[in-house]
């Protein structure tokens, strides 16, 4: 089936840098990829919508200046989290949309801790 | 998008089935149901998906009632792998949709 890749799985980094997430699909194209942010026992709360080789759209409330996302090619989308605070410590999680069947399918997720 | 109902909560026993219910009533005639689940600390998994017939393949079963406005998703034999939130999601298959997720139904399966 459908495997999308997201690296790092965890990163624990210091208040005022920047962390690049990953997001690759596999064995299928993807034009559009979305970035979820999950917060302890709560569900997944999209945050962008990113479309390859065009800008990315954010959801209400998401600084886009803060979380920069790229999706260069139909497998490669990323998140980058810049300036990075205690409060951006989450859970983000990618999603990949086969542009043939409609199908979501998601990464392992990347576990931010910023200290 | 339709919006979903889902208890919040439900145990069961590992080895017996595991009924777990979901109330759409507005959903459109275009909109399928989608359930997907969520292990801890890992990603969304898909489970099964359907218009209006039941289906069934090597993880679920999903029961559409026939007005659409509810489904069950059924796990034959639950196992302790099993235990996770599972969301329902009603949506339609096109190139504009933003999957959303609600609260789900945390699963917790006990020996």
């Known amino acids: 089936g459908a495997v999308v890749s997201q690296h790092p799985s965890r990163v624990i980094c210091k208040s005022g840098t920047s962390v690049k997430i990953e997001c690759r699909s596999l064995?299928?194209?993807?034009?559009?990829m979305f970035w979820y942010r999950q917060f302890p026992k709560q569900s997944l709360m999209l945050m962008a919508t990113s479309n390859e080789g065009s800008k990315a759209t954010y959801e209400q409330g998401v600084e886009k200046d803060k979380f920069l996302i790229n999706h260069a090619s139909l497998t490669l989308s990323t998140l980058t989290v810049t300036s990075a605070h205690p409060e951006d410590s989450s859970f983000y999680i990618c999603?990949?949309?086969?542009?043939?069947?409609?199908?979501?399918?998601f990464g392992s997720g990347t576990r931010l801790t910023v200290v | 998008d339709a919006k979903t109902t889902q208890p919040p909560s439900m145990d069961c026993a590992e080895g017996r089935a595991a009924n777990l219910p979901c109330n759409h009533s507005t959903i459109s005639g275009n909109e399928y149901v989608y359930w997907y689940r969520q292990i801890h600390s890992q990603g969304p998994q898909y489970i099964i998906h359907g218009l209006k017939n039941n289906e069934t393949n090597e993880m679920a079963s999903l029961i559409i009632t026939e007005d659409r406005k509810s489904s069950t998703l059924i796990l034959p034999h639950a196992t302790l792998r099993d235990t996770a939130v599972y969301y329902c999601i009603v949506r339609v298959q096109s190139n504009d949709y933003k999957l959303s997720f609600g609260a789900g139904t945390t699963v917790t399966v006990r020996a």
């Open positions: 999603s990949a949309r086969d542009r043939i069947n409609y199908g979501y399918t």
């Open positions: 064995d299928f194209q993807a034009t559009t």
